[in-house]
């Protein structure tokens, strides 16, 4: 038998085993997709973080990217990039991480940060750098309880499928993002930041009661883009375990998959730079 190998993402490696047949049968039978193999964890367990994001205006002019980057200033940026690959053309998706525990008790991190030196809008449906000089922190839980689905809409492979976040169903992770966004606060607000930090602008001082700071969450957070377990295969529970029936134990002799096949997103901390 002929090795085949599904790594298309969290999104379509679930929706290419359901137009094959392999899958739940009340999601493709009413599609008049035929039944090939039925597999309950085809297209379930989807888990991604949400990300809530807090803004600061910056006191101190010309060290943020609102003002070194923004408009003609992007032009400079050009020379130390193609020199060193450096400077704001060269930034990865956070210059600055850290990870940390939420609330006491916790045996390990299920929080992480990530800073960035600029703010921005959305504007013409991209992210544009605001006037004002700012820094944005971004709060992920790295442990995201709350489950949702990936399934296909139709038979048809061009139409995308439906994708069921189901953001902060489960109450961890209410619990944690609330705790974290306590927890960023207390860290900005800190003495060592007080020659830089000005007031914050999102969600603003107002927004302080557990229901208010849930109810921001929930209206403004976005996806971190860290989609698993939605084919998710192997000595698993039952409600997990997708493919195949070539596979025989795990991890199987020859096959090989992608991030899909992950029942959870647990993340482990990079340990510290030395």
């Not at 609102?66 to 032009?75: E, K, M, T």
């Not at 450096?86 to 600055?96: D, E, I, M, Y």
Request: charged share 20%; proline share 10%.
């Amino acid at each position: 038998m002929a090795e085949v190998i599904l790594a298309a993402g969290s999104v379509n490696s679930p929706q290419l085993l359901e137009l094959s047949g392999i899958g739940r049968p009340e999601v493709l039978g009413p599609l008049g997709i035929p039944v090939r193999h039925p597999l309950e964890g085809v297209g379930e367990g989807l888990r991604d973080p949400i990300a809530p994001r807090i803004k600061w205006r910056i006191t101190q002019r010309g060290i943020t990217f609102n003002d070194r980057a923004r408009g003609v200033g992007l032009a400079w940026q050009v020379a130390p990039y193609l020199a060193t690959r450096r400077g704001f053309l060269g930034l990865p998706s956070a210059p600055l991480l850290a990870f940390f525990r939420s609330r006491e008790g916790l045996e390990s991190p299920d929080g992480q940060l990530h800073l960035v030196p600029y703010t921005y809008a959305y504007g013409g449906g991209r992210r544009e750098l605001t006037a004002e000089p700012g820094m944005t922190v971004a709060i992920y839980q790295l442990r995201p309880e709350s489950l949702g689905s990936i399934h296909v809409a139709s038979s048809d492979p061009r139409d995308p499928p439906a994708i069921r976040l189901n953001f902060l169903s489960d109450e961890i992770d209410r619990r944690t993002l609330i705790d974290a966004v306590r927890f960023t606060r207390r860290l900005v607000g800190a003495r060592a930041m007080a020659g830089f930090r000005g007031e914050e602008l999102r969600p603003g001082p107002a927004v302080e009661s557990e229901d208010a700071i849930l109810a921001w969450i929930r209206e403004t957070a976005e996806t971190a883009y860290h989609p698993v377990g939605t084919a998710g295969w192997g000595p698993t529970p039952a409600r997990w375990s997708t493919p195949s029936f070539a596979f025989t134990g795990w991890p199987a002799s020859g096959s090989r998959t992608d991030r899909s096949c992950r029942p959870s997103s647990r993340a482990t901390p990079m340990p510290p730079a030395s």
